[in-house]
């Protein structure tokens, strides 16, 4: 006897796509059987997806939740991106059911400390399952070090390293390569994975100062402070290092330049452990979008780039350099994202976790002919595998979390921020999805039905990882 069956033609499974039933006992997939193996009797509901596709849920590896703004004026009064309630709704309403958000810590306080005051932001606020990546910032004390190694082994695999700054006004967050040194000898030996912004500190500092020399301060510039040549100086010095550390694994974050994914590909072809993440805004927008109305909708550091890049964004997907499509989301409303008009002050992040798998879906499966496991991976398998949640996570097959992702072809609609869960915009508004999401199912529980919300602020439950061994040392995707 089962909990729930759900039948359907277009089911993306580990075995291949295709007419399944998935069998659904308590929070797990119990069986993925041939049609016909169980009557509906011998379950408690049964849900025809026929015509539809069936996948995994979404898993959005890089999210911020109580995201620190800093005010504008000296004084004036800092504000707190929505939280994780806000965001897990809305990722559910978009079919997503796992994200990684980060743990952040400060300066003075050992790492579990860190994990601890996040876990009173996250702790029965969250309809999605839920993870956090540890970021370090500034200078690390010696003693701090060996707490980056319990951190790995108590699931929390995943360190997010800034190389700069990436604002004059937003000092501390740099490390400097010396002390990434020391933390990649911890990540090789304990099993961890960085988690890197990279660019080139001081390439991007020496352009905030140009262009402020030349008093081109507009955001609009963004593309030549945050620009393609920083992200290869970067990318290409943070790999030498680790290369250097016996092969530290990498997870590159928002990758945006083809500079990025050629520096990716180098590395992967010479067996190095890497795996690109983009976003769904770095493939879809280019620099010019900052000179529309609200222009800084579109924008998430490190910035916006040019339709090559974007070429290059796609390819990287083909070839193996990007294995990821996260948000980098930032959840507030169009006053708090727009509040900023200069290079050095505008608002980063982005309101995408419910469009996210829709949009990708409309721009790789019925746009660029991607199969439907190919469209799964990028925003979902992917990132279970690289952080460490496979197979209880990312995956249709027996044993694995009953998280499934209902996309109706029936429900194409034109996005619009009206209707959706996040932020009073959206950079997508007017976008044509050729799908939408018709259920979400949270290990066994039905979280979203046709638009219909059934999820309690309790139901995300924290996850613990670790990393695989053939993801850590060799390109494993
Ligand atoms: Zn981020």
Not at 100 to 109: H, R, Y
Not at 378 to 388: D, E, H, L, R, Y
Not at 411 to 433: K, N, Q, V
Request: glycine share 10%; proline share 4%; with cysteine.
């Amino acid at each position: 006897m089962f909990d729930l069956i759900i039948r359907g033609d277009q089911v993306v499974t580990s075995e291949g796509t295709g007419r399944w039933d998935i069998c659904i006992r308590g929070e797990t997939i119990a069986a993925i059987a041939t049609p016909g193996t169980f009557g509906d009797e011998q379950a408690g509901r049964v849900i025809d997806a026929t015509g539809k596709i069936v996948i995994p849920g979404g898993i959005d590896p890089h999210i911020h939740s109580l995201w620190h703004i800093p005010a504008l004026e000296e004084g004036g009064e800092a504000s707190m991106t929505d939280g994780p309630d806000t965001v897990s709704r809305a990722a559910i309403h978009g079919g997503t059911t796992t994200l990684l958000d980060f743990a952040t810590w400060q300066p003075g306080q050992t790492i579990e400390e860190a994990i601890n005051i996040r876990k009173q932001d996250w702790t029965g606020k969250c309809y999605a399952d839920y993870g956090y990546h540890v970021m370090l910032q500034g200078a690390i004390p010696p003693e701090v070090l060996p707490q980056v190694g319990e951190a790995i082994q108590d699931g929390y695999p995943s360190i997010k390293i800034f190389t700069t700054d990436i604002t004059p006004s937003r000092r501390g967050r740099k490390i400097t390569h010396g002390h990434i040194w020391e933390i990649f000898k911890i990540l090789k030996r304990e099993g961890g994975i960085g988690a890197i912004h990279a660019e080139d500190d001081e390439i991007v500092m020496h352009m905030y100062d140009v262009l402020t020399r030349e008093g081109r301060t507009g955001f609009e510039n963004m593309s030549e402070v945050h620009n393609s040549m920083s992200e290869d100086l970067s990318f290409r010095r943070i790999i030498r290092l680790a290369e250097h550390v016996d092969g530290t694994p990498l997870y590159m974050m928002h990758v945006s330049a083809a500079t990025g994914v050629a520096a990716i590909e180098s590395a992967r072809a010479r067996g190095f452990p890497i795996y690109g993440e983009t976003l769904h805004q770095y493939l879809m927008f280019t620099h010019d979008h900052y000179k529309r109305p609200n222009g800084q909708i579109y924008h998430t550091y490190p910035s916006l780039k040019e339709s090559s890049d974007q070429d290059a964004l796609w390819q990287g997907q083909m070839n193996g350099a990007i294995s990821t499509i996260a948000t980098d989301e930032i959840c507030c409303n169009l006053s708090t994202k727009t509040q900023g008009h200069h290079i050095d002050d505008v608002t980063g992040g982005n309101a995408g976790c419910e469009p996210r798998v829709s949009v990708m879906y409309t721009e790789m499966v019925t746009k660029r002919g991607y199969s439907l496991r190919k469209f799964t991976d990028m925003v979902s398998t992917n990132a279970a595998k690289i952080m460490g949640m496979y197979p209880k996570k990312g995956v249709l097959a027996a044993g694995s979390d009953a998280d499934i992702t209902v996309l109706d072809p029936a429900e194409r609609r034109t996005i619009t921020a009206a209707r959706l869960h996040e932020s009073d915009y959206t950079p997508w508004e007017g976008y044509e999805a050729e799908v939408w999401p018709t259920l979400t199912v949270l290990r066994g529980k039905v979280m979203m039905e046709a638009g219909d919300f059934h999820g309690d602020v309790k139901d995300g439950k924290m996850l613990k990882r670790k990393v695989a061994e053939d993801i850590r040392n060799r390109p494993a995707l």
